[in-house]
Structure formats: structure tokens, C-alpha cells
T-cell receptor
Framework: GAGVSQSPRYKVAKRGQDVALRCDPI?????LFWYQQALGQGPEFLTY????????KSGLPSDRFFAERPEGSVSTLKIQRTQQEDSAVYLC???????????????FGEGSRLTVL | GNSVTQMEGPVTLSEEAFLTINCTYT??????LFWYVQYPGEGLQLLLK?????DKGSNKGFEATYRKETTSFHLEKGSVQVSDSAVYFC??????????????FGTGTRLTIIP
């Protein structure tokens, strides 16, 4: 597609449920990022992939958060045993990475809004 | 670590007013600086950027200058329009230290322009 696509756009989960959020990056983009945005705050970095390799997961808040990108394209962010503090908008972004000259321009999806009851 | 501090909002202005949104940063290296904008119902998108000291980024009438001496990257526009109503985020990336383009964002400033 033309842009970064995320699904579902909205997800309501009961506390303790597992959720999976999907990201389809722009075709050919090497770098993929996940961010968490709490209400009224700026996005906070979660994790980074270069192709299928997860090179930086320093922002994942706990071992309940897991991300994968097995074929270097689509990525899934999984949250196990959701807690109320996990309620946020989860943003995915992609870029050309080194091939794009390290411009620093990330292309963002519209996000998946997770509400944990 | 790296951080970005930006002017708290919300900011409400009349059409054709002058806009300034302040942004300062803390970084251990020599970051690139960005302003991203989020229009209602849309994803974040790059507005402008500057990659080294004294560079000026500009787009859609907005400007920001990378000031290393004051560690600032203030966003300005001479005459705002209703269509500029959005949330504006200042951000930095520090490829040299992190090995990737991950962005550190400020908290965002909601701008509303009244006709």
C-alpha cells in the first residue's frame, strides 16, 4: 500500500487478556519501529527492527511485551496478560534506513488504540 | 540520556497571527532535529528537519533553526491558518549513539487556530 497500515484501529481488552497488533510497513522499508503513546504524551520508543532482526528492544516496558517481524515485512506487537497501564495508542513507523541516507524521516501509521478494562 | 522539552499547550491563536512553539533538547551527541505534525484523524508526519547546527528547516511556511548554543529548535510561522490546527511534536534522533533512526519526542503542543 501507499502508507503504513495498522490493525486493528481500536481494541478493547479485559485485563489479563493477550492482544496482538499488526503493522504493514511501506514496501521496501528496511527499518521498522514501534512506539507507545499515552494520552496527552509524546510517543515513547518501544523497539526497532532492521529487516527481520530486532536490534533494539530497550524500550519494551516488561517481558509481557513481545514484537516480531519474521520475514522482514509485516510486524506484530504482542502484549500478554494486559494491564490497565497498557492502555495507549501503539504507533508503527517505517523508513528506508541506511538506504535512504539516514534522513531520519519516519513514516507513521495511524496507530492502534488499546483500551484495557 | 536524550530528551526533548517543548512548550506546553494548548495554544489558541487567531488566523494570521504569528506562531512560536518553543523546543529545547538535551543530547550527548550531535542529533538531528525534527518537527512532526499530527492533523486530526491522521498519523504523524514530518513537517521539517535540520541535521546540523545553524541549519534551517522549512516547509508550508513553517521554519525552525538548529541552535546548538542554546540547544533549541523553535518552530515559527508568520501567519497561521485554520488548516494549521494540529498537534506539533518536536523530536530528535541520534544515529551515531543508537545506530538507528529512533526518535525521542517531546510531549506535543496542541494548536488551535480560530477564524
Amino acid at each position: 500500500g501507499a502508507g503504513v497500515s495498522q490493525s486493528p484501529r481500536y481494541k478493547v481488552a479485559k485485563r489479563g487478556q493477550d492482544v496482538a497488533l499488526r503493522c504493514d510497513p511501506i514496501s521496501g522499508h528496511v527499518s521498522l519501529f514501534w512506539y507507545q503513546q499515552a494520552l496527552g504524551q509524546g510517543p515513547e520508543f518501544l523497539t526497532y527492527f532492521q529487516n527481520e532482526a530486532q536490534l533494539d528492544k530497550s524500550g519494551l516496558p516488561s517481558d509481557r511485551f513481545f514484537a516480531e517481524r519474521p520475514e522482514g515485512s509485516v510486524s506484530t506487537l504482542k502484549i500478554q496478560r494486559t494491564q490497565q497501564e497498557d492502555s495507549a495508542v501503539y504507533l508503527c513507523a517505517s523508513s528506508l534506513g541506511v538506504a535512504g541516507g539516514r534522513t531520519g524521516e519516519l513514516f507513521f501509521g495511524e496507530g492502534s488504540r488499546l483500551t484495557v478494562l | 540520556g536524550n530528551s526533548v522539552t517543548q512548550m506546553e499547550g494548548p495554544v489558541t491563536l487567531s488566523e494570521e497571527a504569528f506562531l512560536t512553539i518553543n523546543c529545547t533538547y538535551t543530547a550527548t551527541g550531535y542529533p538531528s532535529l525534527f518537527w512532526y505534525v499530527q492533523y486530526p484523524g491522521e498519523g504523524l508526519q514530518l513537517l521539517l528537519k535540520a541535521t546540523k547546527a545553524d541549519d534551517k528547516g522549512s516547509n508550508k511556511g513553517f521554519e525552525a533553526t538548529y541552535r546548538k548554543e542554546t540547544t533549541s529548535f523553535h518552530l515559527e510561522k508568520g501567519s497561521v491558518q485554520v488548516s494549521d490546527s494540529a498537534v506539533y511534536f518536536c523530536a530528535l534522533s541520534d544515529w551515531a549513539n543508537f545506530g538507528n533512526e529512533k526518535l525521542t519526542f517531546g510531549t506535543g503542543t496542541r494548536l488551535t487556530i480560530i477564524p
